[in-house]
């Protein structure tokens, strides 16, 4: 616990030293970036609030690429992210048992499809400043690209051969 404790006032201290430099380093978005985010969505008819499915998202995208590009470059250079963007709709989705009963179902959010661009651009762009800047743990696994349970396993099984 002390370690923890300890880990995270050096990462506090490393990035308020650093946070200009850090916030800098995240560069704004080309139409090619985007255009590539909108490709990778699954094509579903289910919408959101706003009623545009993914499928029509990649339609009209060669329409409304620069201007998406120039809203999510507004976002980050501005590090607000727009009230709008926050609100999904909810369904319930009957699991099984008695359709009566409230705890046989579970609540499935839906988000608008420009939500879910807008927080794999923050995400990609969080995440490579991170790891370009050191500051997560090399021991952390848990949804890190080319990093699993076996790499975990392996690193632990080696430390254990070392000992």
Same mark, same amino acid.
């Given at each position: 616990m002390l370690t923890t404790l300890f880990q995270q006032r050096v990462y506090c201290t490393y990035l308020r030293q650093n946070l200009s430099q850090i916030s800098s380093s995240m560069k704004l978005n080309s139409t090619h970036e985007i255009n590539t985010i909108i490709h990778s969505l699954k094509c579903k008819d289910s919408y959101g609030y706003d009623e545009i499915s993914s499928r029509i998202l990649k339609i009209s995208a060669p329409y409304i690429l620069s201007l998406l590009t120039y809203i999510f470059n507004k976002v980050l250079s501005t590090g607000t992210f727009?009230?709008?963007?926050? *609100?999904? %709709? @909810?369904?319930?989705?009957?699991?099984? $048992?008695?359709?009566?009963? *409230? +705890?046989?179902?579970? !609540?499935? !959010?839906?988000? /608008? +499809?420009?939500?879910? /661009? #807008? %927080?794999? =651009? =923050?995400?990609?762009?969080?995440?490579?400043?991170? #790891?370009?800047? #050191? =500051?997560? @743990? $090399?021991?952390?696994? $848990?949804?890190? %690209?080319?990093? +699993?349970? %076996?790499?975990?396993?392996?690193?632990?099984?080696?430390? /254990?051969?070392?000992?």
């Open positions: 727009p009230e709008r963007l926050k *609100f999904s %709709e @909810v369904r319930s989705l009957f699991k099984k $048992g008695d359709t009566t009963e *409230f +705890s046989n179902y579970r !609540p499935i !959010p839906l988000l /608008i +499809s420009f939500s879910k /661009i #807008n %927080e794999k =651009i =923050i995400y990609k762009r969080l995440y490579n400043c991170l #790891n370009d800047n #050191n =500051i997560l @743990v $090399g021991d952390r696994y $848990g949804f890190r %690209e080319k990093l +699993s349970t %076996e790499t975990a396993i392996h690193t632990s099984k080696q430390c /254990i051969i070392i000992i």
